[in-house]
């Protein structure tokens, strides 16, 4: 992906509110299967992560697994939001 789509998408993102939360349970498959629906809805989605999900991995771990897990691209990582697009 090329400066201009990153610096765009994330100029986007900026206006987004997050549309998941990730909690004590950490990412499940009911939590991947949501994200699936939301990034096919939306493209470009913004997730909230909170502090009990992490159990040991850091954020930007998770964030990876996230991306993996739907096919998506990892755009930011910004504070506890992680910003994904398709």
Known sequence: MDK???Y???A???KLSPILNIGKFGVSDSVIEELK?????NRLVKVKVLKSAEA???LKTI???L???TQSTLIEVRG????LYR
């Open 8 to 10: 765009q998408l994330k």
């Open 67 to 69: 991306a993996e897990a």
């Open 37 to 41: 629906k939301q990034i096919k809805a």
């Open 63 to 65: 964030a990876e697994e």
């Open 80 to 83: 506890r939001t992680v910003v």
């Open 12 to 14: 986007e993102a900026n």
């Open 56 to 58: 040991g991995k850091d």
């Open 4 to 6: 201009d789509k990153l």
